[in-house]
Every structure is written in structure tokens, then in C-alpha cells.
């Protein structure tokens, strides 16, 4: 496969994610509605979550097997430790201090953010943060697997990827989905392009096969984004005050995440 192909084809499973996104334009005024949209976005990102630490925590595993199996360097163990630590809380707390910040100029200077965005479009931006860094990582996946030759592999990434996208979408707007005012069409293309286009910027990246180094690096980071992420959409929730809805909404969330994954992993991804 050419470079110029396995650019098209990490494209193409990052531009999945604009299939959800239409849903941040829908007008709901049912409070219960709006509850299950936003617990069904926790549910998705839930799995991501589980999802983004079960592959960063591969190589590290790796590196322990070889330490006390066979007296392999301790270099790696530590590297991958302190990456994956390192990429949680800054990816954590790196949100924590800039919605800080945020804040506090907004409040010293709230005639400059009349115009300023909505805390649900704050919200979305944010999720679509974490889901770039995720999808970077996916993307790395892709430019190696397409590099190394395996053409069935790479196929596979690619349909995996774009169907675990179409719900990452809709996880990125369903903070939106029936406020009052509808997300524009520009406002969507933004979270789409934050979301979805670090998968082809990951595909480039991956076909000089850096390493699963990198890998951790921005799956840790997403990792972080992501908890921080489900922290707010859980206050959200609590403030809608409809507890069975946000039950209903986390075991719709989290099936649709295990059902594509394990569409992927029948098929043999």
C-alpha cells in the first residue's frame, strides 16, 4: 500500500466521526431526553476510556513479561511507566487548570465573552479534545500496520476505527443535543476536525513507525481528557435528577462501545 493510499484510508476511518455529529443540532425540550442523550455520551466514554488503557497498558505489560521472564532492561519498564502516569494527569489536570483559567478571564473581563461559548459547546469541545488524542492514537496504528505490509490488518483498523468513530460522534454532541440554541454547521465541522482529524495526522506520524512509545504518550493523554470529560457530564447528570435515565443511557453507551469492539476483534483486528 502507498503512502498516499494509507493517508486516504486513515481519512476515511477519522471522517466516520461526522456521522453522529448532526444529533448536536436536534431541539429537545424534554428534560428526560436531554438526561439520556447526556448519560448515553458518558456510557461512550466510559468505553473509550477502558478502551485507551487496555492498549497503553500492552507495551508496558510487554516490557514487564520480558523483565522477570527473561532479565530483560528495566529502561523500558520505567519509560513506559512514567509515560503513562505522566500522559493520565497531565491529560487530567491539563484540563482542570485551562477550565480554570478560562473561568477567571471570563470573569474579569465578561464584556470581551458576550459572544463567548455556551458551557454545553465548552463541553463538546472538550470531548472532542479527548477523542482527537485517542484517534491519533488509532491513527499511529494504521500508518504502521499499513508500512509493515499487512494489507488485511490495515483493512480491519480501518472499519474498526471508523465504526468506533460514528459513536464517538455522537458522544462529542450530546452535550449539545436540545439546548435551546442549535449548534451551527461551522461549530460541527470544528469538532469534527478536532476529533476526527488527528486519525489521519496519527496515519502520517505511524507510517515511520516511531514505536509504541509515542502511542502511550497520547493514549494516557486521552485518557486523562477523557475522565475529566465524564466528571462534567456526571454533574450534568445529577442536575437533571432523573437517576434511572442515567442508567438506561450508560448501558446504551457502553454496549454500542463493546459491540463495535468486538466487531473489530471477530474480524480478526
Known amino acids: 500500500m502507498t503512502f498516499l493510499s494509507t493517508i486516504l484510508m486513515g481519512f476515511i476511518a477519522g471522517a ?34 477502558i478502551d485507551v488503557f487496555s492498549h497503553a497498558l500492552e507495551p508496558l505489560s510487554l516490557a514487564l513479561t520480558d523483565l522477570h521472564a527473561h532479565h530483560g532492561p528495566l529502561g523500558p519498564v520505567v519509560v513506559d511507566g512514567a509515560l503513562l502516569i505522566g500522559g493520565f494527569v497531565v491529560g487530567l489536570l491539563g484540563l482542570v487548570r485551562y477550565q480554570a483559567w478560562s473561568q477567571s478571564r471570563r470573569e474579569k473581563s465578561p464584556e470581551r465573552y458576550d ?13 472532542a479534545v479527548g477523542i482527537g488524542l485517542h ?6 496504528a494504521i500508518g ?17 476505527f471508523g ?36 486519525t489521519t495526522l496519527g496515519t502520517v506520524v505511524g507510517w515511520s513507525n ?25 454533574n450534568v447528570a445529577i442536575r437533571f435528577k432523573h437517576g434511572n435515565i442515567l442508567y438506561y443511557g ?20
Open 16 to 49: 466516520t466521526i461526522a456521522i453522529g455529529l448532526p444529533i448536536g443540532r436536534m431541539r429537545a425540550e424534554a428534560l428526560r431526553f436531554r438526561a439520556l442523550l447526556n448519560a448515553i455520551a458518558i456510557g461512550v466514554l466510559l468505553f473509550l476510556f
Open 115 to 127: 459572544d463567548s461559548l455556551s458551557p454545553a459547546a465548552r463541553r463538546s469541545l472538550m470531548i
Open 250 to 269: 450508560l448501558a446504551i453507551g457502553l454496549s454500542t462501545g463493546f459491540l463495535t469492539d468486538m466487531i473489530v476483534q471477530a474480524a480478526g483486528g
Open 135 to 140: 484517534n491519533f492514537a488509532e491513527g499511529l
Open 210 to 234: 516511531p514505536g509504541a512509545t509515542i502511542s502511550i504518550l497520547f493514549l494516557s493523554l486521552a485518557g486523562g481528557s477523557i475522565l475529566y470529560v465524564v466528571s462534567q457530564l456526571f
Open 163 to 198: 465504526l468506533h468513530n460514528a459513536t464517538e460522534g455522537f458522544g462529542i454532541v450530546a452535550p449539545l443535543a436540545g439546548v435551546r440554541e442549535r449548534a451551527t454547521w461551522k461549530f460541527l465541522a470544528l469538532t469534527a476536525f478536532i476529533g476526527g482529524g488527528p
Open 144 to 160: 504502521a500496520a499499513s508500512r509493515s505490509g499487512a494489507m488485511g490488518l490495515t483493512t480491519v483498523l480501518v472499519i474498526g
